[in-house]
């Protein structure tokens, strides 16, 4: 899971990962996108785009000349998981806590 948090835990990554959500792109067109909001290089994104690959979010295919980049879920849903056993074990107390906190307002109006 840590793997997964490193991964998302950089916005140039969030981001990358946002854009293929949309659906498959290339690489050209991923930079463009990057280069333009985050003010990047090519070489950066490249990066980016390797660490995504080696951690298994996204997979790459060959078209023609193009290098076609495409989000796999796998990790994404195991993060979602992981982040749903938190809220699982965190969700109850803050839902009593923030029931209390209304009932104080309640009684001090």
């Known amino acids: 899971m840590t793997e997964a948090l490193d991964v998302l835990g950089d916005p140039v990554r ?6 293929l ?3 498959s792109q290339s690489a050209g067109a991923l930079g463009e996108v990057i ?3 985050f003010g990047i290089s ?17 997979s790459v295919s060959v078209q023609g000349r ?14 979602e998981a992981w982040f749903e056993q938190l809220r699982s074990i965190f969700g109850e107390p803050l839902e009593a806590l923030a029931t209390e906190v209304e009932r104080g307002k309640r009684e001090t109006t």
């Open 42 to 58: 090519q070489s950066a994104v490249s990066q980016h785009l390797k660490v995504l690959r080696q951690r298994g979010f996204v």
């Open 21 to 23: 959500a949309l659906g």
């Open 35 to 37: 280069r333009e909001e």
């Open 14 to 19: 969030r981001r990358l990962l946002e854009v």
């Open 66 to 79: 193009s290098r076609i980049y495409h989000l796999e879920e796998a990790p994404l849903r195991a993060a």
